[in-house]
């Protein structure tokens, strides 16, 4: 799967590339960080009551993330830009729940789920320059999101949806070569699933949707080279799937919500 997502990234550097005339000095910017994630995850059955959870520091779940920002459409008061971004990150977070099929309480059972994350987008941003210093931005794009769940050797669980994703930022000169600059996104689901071993069709989740507020700082270094580090807060809501029966029980993917925090540093490079 990953291979197959960065190779949808390639092939919008490949289409896009082309196209694009300056929007300032430079016409494009690769960025590279690494990336660590805090995780509260909760699920509920249908009165409320909690039914397992899993936590992480950010140490505990990590990878990287890359992207590629195109510029165009440049004038004095606007520009236009398309941001092509894949992340990537895996480890383990600690489960409190109870075994399946038991009637035992939340926190009868306690261990060490595998996690893997990768979302993929491709945003379509318009700037506009307000003054030196300030500058507003709209985009709208699509993304995908993939993750798996690994409760233990025999028991996995596939998480896949489409997104719209719609926002508004702002880009803020801080002082000399110091930016900040506030985005806050919506992640529409799309076909929501989740796949389960044991199963031969997947859950059709009822929703699953994120809204996601990031704050990136990031310092030039001369006229091509920034560094940045950004936090991330992220609240996602997936709805209860539909029942599937198997022998004498059914089954369903319940109500969950998740506050997830990311911690970002990294290099781009401008051409």
């Not at 309480?105 to 491709?122: F, L, M, P, V």
């Not at 210093?133 to 233990?152: D, K, M, P, Q, T």
């Not at 009822?206 to 940045?228: T, V, W």
Request: proline fraction near 2%.
């Amino acid at each position: 799967m990953q291979n197959s997502l960065k190779a949808l990234v390639f092939f919008f550097v490949i289409t896009f590339l082309p196209t694009v005339t300056c929007a300032n000095d430079y016409r494009a910017k690769m960025y590279v960080s690494l990336v660590g994630m805090s995780m509260d995850y909760r699920e509920y059955n249908d009165n409320g009551v909690i039914l397992d959870s899993e936590k992480s520091d950010f140490i505990d779940v990590f990878g990287s993330e890359i992207g590629y920002i195109f510029y165009f459409l440049s004038d004095e008061v606007a520009y236009s830009q398309i941001d092509i971004n894949l992340m990537s990150i895996s480890g383990k977070t600690e489960y409190v729940g109870a075994l399946l099929h038991s009637e035992d309480a939340y926190g009868s059972y306690k261990g060490k789920t595998n996690n893997s994350i990768e979302d993929i987008s491709g945003i379509y941003r318009y700037n506009f320059i307000l003054n030196d210093a300030v500058e507003f931005n709209a985009g709208i794009g699509l993304g995908f999101r993939y993750w798996i769940r690994g409760l233990s050797s025999v028991q996995e669980e596939t998480y896949y949806w489409l997104s719209l994703r719609p926002s508004l930022g702002m880009k803020i000169n801080i002082i000399d070569a110091l930016y900040l600059a506030p985005v806050l996104e919506y992640q529409y689901g799309i076909l929501p699933s989740m796949k389960a071993s044991g199963f031969d069709s997947a859950f059709k989740l009822s929703s699953a949707d994120i809204i996601k507020f990031s704050l990136p700082i990031s310092y030039e270094i001369g006229e091509r080279i920034e560094i940045f580090t950004a936090y991330t807060f992220e609240q996602q809501k997936i709805g209860r799937s539909e029942n599937i029966n198997k022998g004498t029980y059914y089954y369903y993917e319940p109500d969950s919500t998740a506050n997830n925090q990311y911690i970002k540093f990294g290099v781009a490079f401008k051409y």
